[in-house]
């Protein structure tokens, strides 16, 4: 096969994966345990190159730095290495999240790509076996292989860390995401556990503490217990966040609009309504709630924040191609 397209969604953490056992493996510290989102996709295109060629990648119709492509390369090594040949990729991948969010993820990124070499390699691996490869080049995107809730097992090697279905999340599900700041991350995801890690003495509590969330959110989905998600959500958040202040130097994602959208939430539940904080690496504020009461939410925070800052969306599909040449 020569050429390959595929769509994958990103995926929001409700029990967060924060920190490497293995950084080489990207195996981590704790299993996480998210829910994927039907309004945030890559869709990402490959073509194998003729004989002599270079991989290239271009992202939004932008051609990438040498940097940034041999960032792609590593990982299309790994597909070469499976399927046995050399060839040289291009690789084009638009992210469709809007233009002013600033939420473009790496998970529905190299989930989109690891669909798309699979076939075009002709590897056709299951989608649990591609979620260890699609690891290897964001921890996140494991589980961005399927939809509705996914957990992404630790697992004990690098063959058995990958993500598992849990739930397809078709009960009245949704988030409103509130992009407070479009601009690049201070400390990526990558550097920050890194340091939390290597600095926190809160470190060891967040990984005993998340696997007795894990325990609990699992039962609680699968009671559809959507008070008891909500707070084991939230709890698993700020921990992460705490393990972080608590690193030298402190790690700070708040931003005064962080806040300012969890005050709000805050004030929202006090009120009656069921709804939920999570934030990830980023100042951005993501809610949980009932798809049903989305808009009511999204009505409260544009108080505070712009139409264009503030998205609604339902959970989403796992991976698909989208030609079949
Ligand atoms: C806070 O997957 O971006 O979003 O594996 O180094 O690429 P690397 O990190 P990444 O980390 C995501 C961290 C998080 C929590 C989560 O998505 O589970």
Known sequence: MKNAAFRAHTNIALIKYWGKEDETLFIPMNSSLSLTLNELYTDTFVSRLDEGAKDSFILNNHEQSEEETKKISKFLDLFRKEAGISSAFRVESINHVPTAAGLASSASAFAALAGAMNQVTGLQMDP???????????????????????????????????????????????????????????????????????????????????????????????????????????????KMHGSMLGAKRPIIYFEPDSMKAIQTVKKLREEGLLCYVTMDAGPNVKVLCRLSEAEKIKQKLLEDFTEEQVLISGPGPGIRPLTDN
């Open 128 to 238: 649990q076996k591609l979620s260890t490869y699609a690891r290897r080049g964001s921890g996140s995107s494991t589980r961005s292989l399927f939809g509705g809730f996914v957990e992404w097992q630790k697992g004990t090697s690098s063959e058995d860390s990958m993500a598992i279905p849990i739930d397809p999340a078709d009960w009245d599900i949704g988030m409103v995401i509130v992009a407070v700041n479009k601009t690049a991350k201070k400390i990526s995801s990558r550097l920050g556990m890194k340091q939390t890690v290597e600095t926190s003495p809160f470190y060891p509590a967040w990984v005993s503490s998340a696997k007795d969330d894990l325990i609990a959110i699992k039962e609680a989905i699968h009671e559809h217990d959507f008070k008891r998600l909500g707070e084991i959500t939230e709890h698993s958040a700020m």
